[in-house]
């Protein structure tokens, strides 16, 4: 094998990272090339049989990675189960994207996206979410090497965020008055209409009546969701590092979680509604990871597989209770607590 594909890079040889996202663009490519070739409007039956699949793959992934740990085909830099941590994580990171849902949605609806053209943006989007999740975790791998009392701002972050999430309501964002959405309509040529699945056409400027690019309504969404879960990453990424700080496995765990919720948009755009209350689950497993950092350093390693027992059964709590508290409620309902 090459040296350069044996050199390590945040703790790993350059081939598992190679390979993950070989695994990773080999599925976009066959999700856009061949199951999706043609816009069509997604429905909820396909949407679920898409997202059992990329879940099915999930599994088997961290089965993957359970064995090699088993077998020392690999080791954590922080010596706890990779796979036992590769799942907590993963699960973690699905349920926090629930609400991410919701956002995405509104977005689509802001800028009156047709639902056949939403996959192909949510598809596109995630090689950007490669990227810029990559980068997130570099630095905060990069900040954990170097400085290991960042681990117990993450713990009080967390703590803080879960608390948050319990007491302060929750309100719905306005996208019109996002930054973002007013920066890039006054600094670029953004087209009223949209141009079937295409980012950007040419037409005649209206000023000049020279050719130009454009930008559609199509691109600011995608640039918009994009934004919207850099933002949501600053809960979800401190999270799993909460549990293991190898790098590998936070990033792993976090793509193959984006990849099924961006599969299951479409049945849950439908009835995000009825996991609101889900957050209360998941701001009583935020409080917990948090408190665990403490523990872990000030008492002792708290088993990693009661982490993922306690995190799957908190979760599952919040999914039940939302489903029978909010059976027949009206699509896009938000109870009050």
């Given at each position: 094998m090459p040296d350069m594909l044996i050199a390590e890079w945040l703790g790993k040889p350059l081939w598992m990272w190679a390979g993950f996202l070989s695994i990773v663009i080999a599925l976009l490519v066959f999700d856009l090339g061949v199951w999706h070739k043609e816009d069509k409007e997604m429905g909820i039956t396909e949407s679920?049989?898409?997202?059992?699949?990329y879940f099915g793959f999930a599994i088997i992934y961290g089965a993957g990675i359970?064995?090699?740990?088993?077998?020392g085909v690999i080791?954590?830099?922080d010596q706890t189960h990779a796979g036992i941590t590769f799942f907590t994580g993963y699960f973690i990171e699905k349920a926090l994207s629930i609400d991410n849902v919701f956002v995405i949605s509104l977005i689509f609806g802001f800028f009156a996206i047709p639902r056949k053209y939403q996959y192909r943006a949510l598809v596109w989007g995630i090689l950007a979410v490669i990227v810029l999740r990559g980068i997130m975790i570099a630095v905060g791998a990069a900040l954990v090497q170097n400085y290991s009392w960042i681990l117990y701002f993450f713990g009080a972050f967390l703590i803080a965020t879960g608390i948050k999430m319990l007491f302060v309501p929750e309100g719905d964002p306005d996208v019109s008055k996002n930054p973002v959405v007013r920066f890039m309509k006054k600094r670029m040529r953004v087209t009223d209409e949209l141009h079937d699945q295409k980012f950007f056409v040419r037409k005649p400027d209206t000023k000049t009546g020279k050719v130009v690019l454009w930008a559609t309504p199509l691109f600011l969404a995608l640039v918009v969701i994009n934004i919207a879960d850099l933002v949501f990453a600053v809960d979800s990424v401190p999270a799993?590092?909460?549990i293991t700080t190898d790098t590998f496995i936070v990033y792993t765990a976090n793509i193959m979680a984006i990849l099924g919720l961006r599969a299951?948009?479409?049945?849950?755009?439908?009835?995000?509604?009825?996991?609101?209350?889900?957050k209360?689950?998941?701001a009583i497993v935020l409080v917990f990871i948090g408190l665990k950092i403490f523990w872990n350093n000030l008492v002792g390693k708290f088993p990693p597989e009661y982490s993922l027992g306690i995190t799957v059964l908190l979760i599952a709590a919040g999914i039940i209770y939302s489903?029978?508290?909010?059976?027949?409620d009206a699509p896009h309902e938000r109870p009050a607590p």
């Open positions: 679920l049989w898409l997202s059992l699949f359970w064995w090699a740990y088993e077998a080791t954590t830099s799993i590092f909460a299951l948009y479409f049945a849950l755009a439908a009835m995000v509604h009825r996991f609101h209350y889900l209360y689950s998941l489903l029978w508290k909010t059976r027949g």
